[in-house]
């Protein structure tokens, strides 16, 4: 099982983006996790895609954009003509979710679904068929370098079984999202999933090169 490591661009240094994005790049990363906040969904306050579009601008890697904001739909254009390649926005903002999920899908973007820690893998069954990503989180959403819960480990083994059973598992990819470390990471990818966002366990690292090499073989 390959590991995808997805760096979160919300730990790393802004003052030195381009230098941040091309070292994981360099590192062997595909693709890059960039985490876009209102204010309202969750108490942190980001960027939006304005920061996507120069980040789109400044590398070549896929970008998946994990948008923790109210009334998602509101900005879906906004965000692919950005440049996004796959787009996740949360279960429980949405109030028509397989309109959304459409909708992302209709401009040729991959489509997601964030579940927070507290929410349950079954309410995703019935978008099965039109999900591309799922993004589970490990953390409640919100801010990056936050301790692991353990017990999201049981959902994402559930989550990795239900896609079985569905005959889909081969369509969708499977994201874990928060307190992802060089701690963690073994027992995370014990559960079936395909990628892992990492930020702090990633860019808070001295040698950020053999810290991703790290996560990938550990
Ligand atoms: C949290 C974000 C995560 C976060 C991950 O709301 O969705 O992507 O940046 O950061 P770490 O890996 O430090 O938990
Ligand atoms: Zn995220």
């Known amino acids: 099982m390959n590991r995808i490591i997805s760096p979160s661009l919300l730990s790393a240094d802004f003052s030195i983006l381009k230098e941040q994005i091309d070292i994981v790049k360099k590192a062997g990363a595909q693709r890059l996790h960039i985490d876009c906040m209102d204010g309202h969904f969750v108490p942190n306050f980001t960027f939006g895609p304005f920061i996507v579009k120069a980040i789109r601008k400044l590398t070549d890697l896929h970008l998946e954009t994990h948008l923790m904001i109210d009334n998602p739909s509101n900005y879906f254009d906004d965000f692919i003509d ?3 390649d796959t787009l996740i926005f949360h279960y429980e ?3 028509d979710l397989r309109r959304d999920l459409e909708t992302i899908k209709q401009k040729g973007v991959k489509c997601g679904l964030a579940i927070k820690p507290e929410t349950s893998h079954q309410l995703l069954e019935k978008y099965l068929d039109i999900l591309d990503y799922i993004l589970i989180m490990s953390v409640s959403p919100g801010f990056g370098g936050q301790g692991f819960i353990e017990e ?3 959902k994402m083994k559930l ?3 239900m896609c079985i059973n569905h005959n889909c598992r081969d369509k969708i990819t499977l994201g874990v999202d928060g307190g992802v470390n060089i ?3 073994n027992k995370v990818y014990q559960t079936g999933v395909d990628v892992t966002v990492v930020g702090s366990g990633l860019y808070k690292a001295d040698d950020i090169i053999e810290r991703f090499k790290e ?3 550990q």
């Open 93 to 95: 903002a949405s109030n």
């Open 82 to 84: 950005a440049g996004s």
């Open 215 to 217: 996560l990938e073989t």
């Open 183 to 185: 701690k963690t990471i």
């Open 152 to 154: 999201t480990l049981l």
């Open 159 to 161: 989550t990795h079984e």
